[in-house]
């Protein structure tokens, strides 16, 4: 099996200057996909879920998804990883079905909306660190609110993440990755005209805390191509942007060592299985249109783990386990 800790690859990442891409999923063809796209590329990835994938997939289908993934491609590292982790009790239950890594995004209360308080955070956060680290588990925080709304996952105001926060709060939790608001947002919506991005504020919480992994979220790039597709296949998606990728890679030598990427993978499935429907009406296969969304979605992830400088690092990772990963934790004090 090779399902390693989430730490492993933003470690090895921080230290080669790449990224990883955590990649949304719901179902089995977006698995295989992925899959399929770093087997190609012999890339690590993170392969998360977030409370509504596995609420959609009634979690064990889920789960044994990712597990089949892992013997599949016993060459490449996986690291199995909670999104938008809302409680203590939510990150229990993904550790509990044999996750490698959990978000407890703390920025935010219970109800996934509601901005906390600087020290609600870090309860939190404390919490599931006590819970994880015991059990080899990574944990991400979250610092600072996204500005965007998706599916009840957000405030919908942006508050940026505050350096001396961040210093603060990374002391006192001693968490494995931090994710920093910038001024993304979650969706296909992310700027009204250019993206305006405060990518200094990475540099300079990277230069107050450089051992500690950055983690983009609402970093997909919403590619004019890909919306092209859906619009012209019966789709409606005016004024859809991105974060340019030029933007990510930009911050990549500043310590951003994951990247969250949902919204594209989306695009890249609804534009091809539009087109099917569109120019094949007779069919009614789910295979004929699933298929293609899957190779679709291949594409895509394959050019992002080139963007993002992983490909190609399979095989420098090395394969740990969450026993293993304890007796790491324990080496270095933080246990
Ligand atoms: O956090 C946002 C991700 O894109 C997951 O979205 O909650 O609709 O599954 P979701
Ligand atoms: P996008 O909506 O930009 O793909 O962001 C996804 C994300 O941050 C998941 O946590
Ligand atoms: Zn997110």
């Given at each position: 099996?090779?399902?390693?800790?989430?730490?492993?690859?933003?470690?090895?990442?921080?230290?080669?200057?790449?990224?990883?891409?955590?990649?949304?999923?719901?179902?089995?063809?977006?698995?295989?996909?992925?899959?399929?796209?770093?087997?190609?590329?012999?890339?690590?990835?993170?392969?998360?879920?977030?409370?509504?994938?596995?609420?959609?997939?009634?979690?064990?289908?889920?789960?044994?998804?990712?597990?089949?993934?892992?013997?599949?491609?016993?060459?490449?590292?996986i690291a199995m990883h909670l999104d938008h982790g809302n409680s203590l009790d939510t990150c229990k239950k993904a550790i509990e079905l044999g996750f490698t890594s959990v978000m407890i995004d703390g920025s935010l209360k219970e109800d996934s909306k509601t901005p906390t308080t600087f020290e609600e955070n870090l309860d939190v956060t404390k919490s599931v660190i006590d819970y994880a680290r015991p059990r080899g588990v990574t944990v991400e925080a979250e610092l600072g609110t996204l500005g965007g709304i998706e599916d009840g996952v957000g405030s919908g105001r942006i508050n940026l993440t505050d350096p001396d926060q961040a210093v603060e709060f990374v002391e006192r939790t001693k968490v494995d990755a931090l994710a920093v608001a910038i001024g993304t947002s979650h969706g296909a919506y992310k700027f009204k005209e250019e993206p305006k991005l405060a990518l200094n504020l990475v540099k300079e919480i990277?230069?107050?805390?450089?051992?500690?992994?950055?983690?983009?979220?609402?970093?997909?790039?919403?590619?004019?191509?890909?919306?092209?597709?859906?619009?012209?296949?019966?789709?409606?998606?005016?004024?859809?942007?991105?974060?340019?990728?030029?933007?990510?890679?930009?911050?990549?030598p500043y310590g951003v060592a994951k990247v969250n990427i949902d919204t594209d993978g989306r695009l890249a499935i609804t534009g091809a299985?539009?087109?099917?429907?569109?120019?094949?009406?007779?069919?009614?296969?789910?295979?004929?249109?699933?298929?293609?969304?899957?190779?679709?979605?291949?594409?895509?992830?394959?050019?992002?783990?080139?963007?993002?400088?992983?490909a190609g690092h399979a095989g420098e990772i090395q394969m740990t386990s969450l026993d293993e990963m304890k007796a790491f934790y324990m080496n270095k004090g933080l246990l």
């Open positions: 099996m090779a399902l390693v800790p989430m730490r492993i690859l933003l470690d090895a990442a921080l230290k080669g200057t790449y990224a990883v891409g955590a990649y949304n999923v719901n179902n089995m063809e977006q698995i295989q996909a992925i899959m399929a796209a770093a087997s190609r590329t012999k890339t690590p990835v993170i392969i998360q879920a977030s409370r509504g994938a596995l609420k959609y997939s009634n979690f064990t289908y889920l789960k044994h998804l990712m597990d089949a993934a892992a013997e599949e491609n016993p060459d490449i590292p990277h230069s107050r805390i450089p051992e500690t992994a950055l983690v983009m979220h609402g970093s997909s790039s919403v590619p004019e191509d890909l919306v092209a597709i859906v619009n012209k296949y019966g789709g409606k998606m005016p004024n859809a942007r991105g974060v340019p990728i030029s933007a990510i890679q930009s911050v990549i299985i539009r087109k099917v429907f569109i120019e094949t009406p007779e069919k009614f296969d789910p295979r004929d249109y699933l298929g293609p969304a899957r190779t679709a979605l291949t594409e895509l992830v394959s050019q992002k783990m080139v963007d993002l400088g992983t």
